[in-house]
């Protein structure tokens, strides 16, 4: 079973996921998209880690054939919105990895359940949410029509409110963004991007709406998951 943690930035998945994890580890075994799964303990260093998931991504999509038909549908959507050439590569490169490490996890064995934090449903945000130009509701339908979906998608959403003070108050504030009025226009743009992600067909469907500032939230994930994998409190597949 595949489940994606996915919000804006500032709405607390980091913290949610955390927690979330801690009450699984009661229930059934996990795998998570980092160092738990993919032995990282031989590379301390942050760029061999990400070059290693890179192969691994890229690897899998060309074992499928996708790679270059992925490569042009997220370079596609990008023509829409006036980023440089090296932006628009990156972003291409990080979609790719998201849909690459899927389809890798996808096929992986040995594990009932695959936790992703900000998988594929989160690289609409690393396509669409750019300062000059908000996301357009035919390349959000565009892309949540063409990626595969995770069994269960946790959706944690916050005020906007809220979103903007954490965002304007985060120390690792994007590159590309270089005075309040960007990170403000950035953080309002990524707000009205999930909440129509939120209510598109497909992920609804299959969603959880969670307000992170609420009690019980993971409690009602873990509910979710062990009734989909048929599971008892304490017992693991």
Sequence with gaps: MHVEISGPTGAG????????LCDLSKHA???????????FSTLSNASLQNLKLDVMA????????????EAAFASGLLDAYAV???????????????????????????????????GLI???????????????????????????L???????????????ERTLARLDKPRRLHSAGELRAFAEHAHMLFER????????????MLNNSESGQTDK??????????LEPQKTR
């Design 58 to 69: 890229f690897g899998a999509l060309s074992r499928e054939g996708l790679l270059s038909s």
């Design 29 to 39: 075994e996990i795998l998570t998209n980092h160092e738990g799964h993919f032995n």
């Design 197 to 208: 992600v939120a209510v598109h067909e497909r992920v609804a469907a299959r969603a959880i």
């Design 122 to 148: 989160h690289g609409a945000h690393n396509l669409l949410v750019h300062v000059d130009l908000p996301p357009r509701d035919i390349d959000i339908d565009a892309y949540l029509n063409h990626i595969p």
């Design 13 to 20: 998945k980091s913290q949610f996921t955390e927690r979330l």
């Design 221 to 230: 994930v873990v509910e979710a998951i062990n009734a989909r994998l048929s």
């Design 84 to 118: 440089a050439p090296i932006t628009k590569l990156n972003l291409v490169r990080s979609y790719l990895r998201k849909v690459g490490m899927f389809q890798y996890l996808r096929k992986k064995r040995g594990a009932a359940l695959v936790i992703m934090d900000e």
């Design 150 to 164: 995770p069994d269960l998608i946790v959706l944690v959403r916050t005020p906007l409110s809220v979103v903007l």
